[in-house]
């Protein structure tokens, strides 16, 4: 069986209308995205980790870190890429909302419970807009009212225009982060610890357009995916992001593990994205079973920081091997978490 089979054609919007022949993906190369998922998940629960929980290897936690930035930009890369085609802005806008609002405000209200304050949302307006920014408690829950964004934007832009004006929309905006970010102190000439941020450029469509841009132009094949791209884009992001980030911290002082993202992110989560689509899984079984387990890396997400804060308060890992090993517990933890929850039928919305 070859890897992709031609799918239908598909206009890809109203007005500058253009026909393409759209890839239909067998079960074992979705697979291979579904594994990508899986271990961004694992590199998410790496960057929410303390140094400390690494102990006198601390520097190991920080390189796991700065290695791990491809993860959410993965996230954002596979939500353009399996946005609808052809269909009116409103409608596509419509139903990620419908999708993503109701499980952020789940998710939102879980992890306020936790903190003892469920009605949160009787709060004050400075607590209520905290919330429903960057999660709150659970602070990286950012992620859906971010993805949320850059789907809605990305659809009205493809509907009225094109991908490539969505691409130099997405470009301009990721600068725009970039100077409010990681390049702020460089710009501003001061040491990273002494700049004043107004506001964290990872959130709203900053950082996340350009990744959802890159996944929708995936899909209609203006990049091609290939093991060897996907190699050679990962060379290329690891050199630019170790060279900013050398830069940044010999002359700025920027710790090595502040940066959301940098100019090297893009090649290197577009890369580990290309990589995936070109993973060929044979093996009937394990194939089923990282798309079962990749199905619910919503739930994996959500779950994972509560269950990042148990383990390590059960484990109190101040070593190498108690710090991976907390990792790596959090993860299966999260993972049978999601997998049950997805099964309690008022609840599987919010888990996959």
Same mark, same amino acid.
């Given at each position: 069986?070859?890897?992709?089979?031609?799918?239908?054609?598909?206009?890809?919007?109203?007005?500058?209308?253009?026909?393409?022949?759209?890839?239909?993906?067998?079960?074992?190369?979705?697979?291979?995205?579904?594994?990508?998922?899986?271990?961004?998940?694992?590199?998410?629960?790496?960057?929410?980790?303390?140094?400390?929980?690494?102990?006198?290897?601390?520097?190991?936690?920080?390189?796991?870190?700065?290695?791990?930035?491809?993860?959410?930009?993965?996230?954002?890369?596979?939500?353009?890429?399996?946005?609808?085609?052809?269909?009116?802005?409103?409608?596509?806008?419509?139903?990620?909302?419908?999708?993503?609002?109701?499980?952020?405000?789940?998710?939102?209200?879980?992890?306020?419970?936790?903190?003892?304050?469920?009605?949160?949302?009787?709060?004050?307006?400075?607590?209520?807009?905290?919330?429903?920014?960057?999660?709150?408690?659970?602070?990286?829950?950012?992620?859906?009212?971010?993805?949320?964004?850059? %789907? @809605?934007? /990305?659809?009205?832009?493809?509907?009225?225009? !094109?991908?490539? $004006?969505?691409? *130099?929309?997405? &470009?301009? #905006?990721?600068?725009?982060?970039?100077?409010?970010?990681?390049?702020?102190?460089?710009?501003?000439?001061?040491?990273?610890?002494?700049?004043?941020?107004?506001?964290?450029?990872?959130?709203?469509?900053?950082?996340?357009?350009?990744?959802?841009?890159?996944?929708?132009?995936?899909?209609?094949?203006?990049?091609?995916?290939?093991?060897?791209?996907?190699?050679?884009?990962?060379?290329?992001?690891?050199?630019?992001?170790?060279?900013?980030?050398?830069?940044?911290?010999?002359?700025?002082?920027?710790?090595?593990?502040?940066?959301?993202?940098?100019?090297?992110?893009?090649?290197?989560?577009?890369?580990?994205?290309?990589?995936?689509?070109?993973?060929?899984?044979?093996?009937?079984? %394990? @194939?089923? /079973?990282?798309?079962?387990?990749?199905?619910? !890396?919503?739930? $994996?997400?959500? *779950?994972?920081? &509560?269950? #990042?804060?148990?383990?390590?308060?059960?484990?109190?890992?101040?070593?190498?091997?108690?710090?991976?090993?907390?990792?790596?517990?959090?993860?299966?933890?999260?993972?049978?978490?999601?997998?049950?929850?997805?099964?309690?039928?008022?609840?599987?919305?919010?888990?996959?």
């Amino acid at each position: 069986m070859s890897k992709t089979a031609d799918g239908p054609l598909l206009n890809l919007h109203r007005k500058n209308a253009q026909t393409v022949l759209l890839p239909r993906t067998t079960s074992e190369r979705l697979a291979g995205i579904e594994l990508g998922r899986i271990i961004a998940c694992l590199a998410v629960i790496f960057i929410h980790q303390n140094s400390n929980n690494y102990g006198a290897y601390y520097n190991i936690r920080e390189i796991l870190d700065f290695s791990s930035r491809w993860a959410v930009p993965f996230f954002f890369i596979f939500a353009g890429y399996f946005m609808p085609a052809g269909t009116g802005w409103l409608k596509v806008s419509v139903k990620y909302f419908n999708r993503l609002f109701p499980v952020f405000i789940f998710w939102v209200t879980a992890y306020e419970a936790i903190a003892g304050n469920p009605f949160w949302f009787l709060s004050n307006s400075s607590v209520i807009l905290k919330n429903m920014t960057n999660g709150g408690v659970g602070f990286h829950l950012w992620f859906l009212p971010s993805l949320g964004v850059c %789907l @809605a934007i /990305a659809a009205v832009v493809r509907y009225y225009f !094109s991908i490539k $004006i969505l691409l *130099l929309l997405a &470009v301009f #905006l990721y600068l725009c982060g970039l100077v409010n970010g990681s390049y702020e102190a460089a710009i501003v000439d001061l040491p990273f610890s002494e700049v004043d941020r107004s506001f964290n450029p990872r959130n709203g469509p900053f950082m996340g357009l350009l990744f959802v841009s890159l996944g929708a132009a995936l899909r209609i094949r203006l990049f091609k995916s290939s093991t060897l791209r996907g190699l050679m884009l990962i060379a290329l992001g690891v050199v630019l992001s170790v060279t900013e980030a050398t830069f940044l911290f010999y002359f700025f002082n920027a710790p090595i593990s502040s940066h959301n993202f940098l100019i090297g992110t893009v090649p290197f989560g577009f890369g580990i994205a290309v990589l995936c689509m070109s993973v060929d899984i044979q093996i009937p079984f %394990l @194939a089923a /079973a990282i798309r079962r387990i990749g199905a619910v !890396s919503l739930g $994996i997400y959500a *779950l994972h920081m &509560v269950v #990042l804060w148990k383990v390590t308060n059960l484990i109190e890992p101040n070593s190498l091997i108690s710090g991976l090993l907390t990792a790596a517990l959090t993860l299966i933890i999260a993972t049978a978490g999601a997998l049950i929850g997805a099964q309690i039928p008022v609840l599987k919305r919010v888990f996959c």
